[in-house]
């Protein structure tokens, strides 16, 4: 008799004397693994995915309940919105000649007629204030405009103050506020030298001339 039969008879009779043991083994492993796959299935995680049974799972078409907490930011505070321009009258005063675009005989000129795209006004006291924030532009004199200042503003504004009594002492580029005293109406304005102290007011918007009534909050410094 060879090797291999006498090793399969003795299997054979392992197998047939122990048989029973074999079965309950076999049983446990089942109840097991019918037993863990009950438990992960009811807890609706994969076991290959490397969450724990208490983590959230989130769905795709789910928002994390974070999402609709405010945010503790106001965007306004980044970026406070701009103060808006106003202008004022440029005088405690009162208008002596309107805006007008329709020519009229200027004296001044003998007789010449011309528009008057400005305000001119007169005052009492003669103390001419810038109209509004802005930055010096100009200052100057000639025989037409007499000593003049120029205003800068936001927005594409400037202003233009003619027929002042003396040259003013603010210098190009200088800042200046809104109500401050830069100087005093006077004759020197050469065309318009016949209406006496007063203030030629001029105010442009984008490189033209506007009237200032359209634009001007009428109040005293």
Request: charge should be negative.
């Amino acid at each position: 008799m060879s090797k291999f039969t006498v090793a399969a008879k003795r299997f054979g009779g392992f197998m047939k004397r122990n048989a029973f043991y074999f079965l309950i083994v076999l049983c446990i492993a089942s109840v097991a693994t019918v037993i863990a796959l009950a438990v992960t299935h009811n807890s609706g995680v994969n076991p290959d995915s490397g969450l724990n049974q208490d983590d959230t799972v989130l769905k795709p078409d789910d928002k994390n309940p974070d999402d609709n907490k405010p945010d503790d930011k106001d965007p306004d505070d980044e970026n406070p919105p701009a103060p808006k321009l106003t202008f004022i009258a440029p005088c405690n005063g009162t208008v002596l000649n309107e805006y007008s675009l329709v020519a009229s005989k200027n004296p001044s000129l003998g007789g010449q007629y011309e528009t008057h795209a400005a305000i001119d006004y007169v005052s009492t006291d003669l103390n001419v204030f810038a109209s509004a924030d802005g930055t010096v532009k100009e200052t100057g004199h000639n025989k037409l405009n007499g000593n003049f200042i120029v205003i800068e503003h936001e927005g594409g504004y400037v202003t233009k103050y003619m027929s002042l009594e003396t040259l003013p002492t603010l210098k190009s580029g200088d800042k200046v506020k809104q109500g401050q005293t830069i100087g005093k109406m006077s004759t020197t304005q050469g065309t318009e030298f016949h209406k006496g102290n007063h203030l030629h007011f001029e105010l442009y918007k984008d490189g033209a001339l506007i009237n200032p009534l359209d634009v001007l909050v009428l109040e005293e410094k």
